[in-house]
């Protein structure tokens, strides 16, 4: 399929793990790129590629892949981290680039 | 460092076209992708289209028969052009640097801030 399917809500607690999924046959061959976006701002990239984090991204933030699922996981989630979190690729059928459904993540 | 700011009208009316601008400060168009993005109130992020500084382009499908991206290099600036727009059409339009050189690994590093548009009668 051409599309890049999220889990629409996670929660977790204060300094305990998460780990947010992207799922779709385009990501057996392209990998996933992940953004935050927070409330009234624009998205900001935070993993891209096999495992990389742009300057200035906490390293508690890594990416992962197995099979047709990426994962963005966040090791030891603090309160700023409460945010959408959306990944995107390109679709291995048509060549066009798209975007997740979003991950709506709450720390408690 | 690079910046983008996106311009245009708040409001289109039903039907009409839709023009946006991103101006790019703090470095070159040239060597870079550049695309547009869409959010709806509420909900998820769209790509729209892609342009490289030297006009290669390409369009999501959903909106290519009426969707335009140009460049231009002397101004270091690229726009958008969304004709016979609707309802559906309101949302956030950000501008966004992409890189699509690097094999199987396709992102949006720098973002504008994003401009609301209405369309509304």
């Known amino acids: 399929s051409s599309e890049l399917t999220q889990d629409p809500a996670v929660s977790v607690a204060l300094g305990q793990t998460i780990r947010i999924t992207c799922q779709g046959d385009?990501?057996?061959?392209?990998?996933a790129n992940w953004y935050q976006q927070k409330p009234g701002q624009a998205p900001l990239l935070v993993v891209f590629?096999?495992?990389n984090r742009p300057s200035g991204i906490p390293d508690r933030f890594s990416g992962s892949r197995s099979g047709n699922i990426a994962s963005l996981t966040i090791t030891g989630a603090q309160a700023e981290d409460e945010a959408d979190y959306y990944c995107?690729?390109?679709?291995?059928?048509?060549?066009?680039?798209?975007f997740g459904t979003g991950t709506k993540v709450t720390v408690l | 460092q690079v910046l983008l700011q996106e311009s245009g009208p708040g409001v289109v009316t039903p039907s009409e076209t839709l023009s946006l601008t991103c101006s790019v400060s703090?470095?070159?168009?040239?060597?870079?992708?550049w695309s547009w993005i869409r959010q709806p109130p509420g909900k998820g992020l769209e790509w729209i289209a892609y342009?490289?500084?030297?006009?290669?382009?390409d369009y999501s499908p959903s909106l290519k028969s009426r969707v335009s991206i140009s460049v231009d290099t002397s101004k270091n600036q690229f726009s958008l052009t969304l004709h016979s727009v609707t309802a559906a059409d309101t949302a956030v339009y950000y501008c966004?640097?992409?890189?699509?050189?690097?094999?199987?690994?396709?992102?949006?590093?720098?973002w504008g801030q994003g401009t609301l548009v209405a369309v509304s009668s």
């Open positions: 966004a640097r992409t890189d699509v050189d690097t094999p199987f690994v396709d992102y949006f590093d720098i």
């Open positions: 590629g096999k495992n």
């Open positions: 995107n690729s390109r679709d291995s059928r048509t060549d066009h680039l798209l």
């Open positions: 342009i490289s500084h030297s006009g290669s382009t």
């Open positions: 703090g470095g070159s168009i040239r060597g870079h992708y």
């Open positions: 385009s990501l057996r061959t392209y990998f």
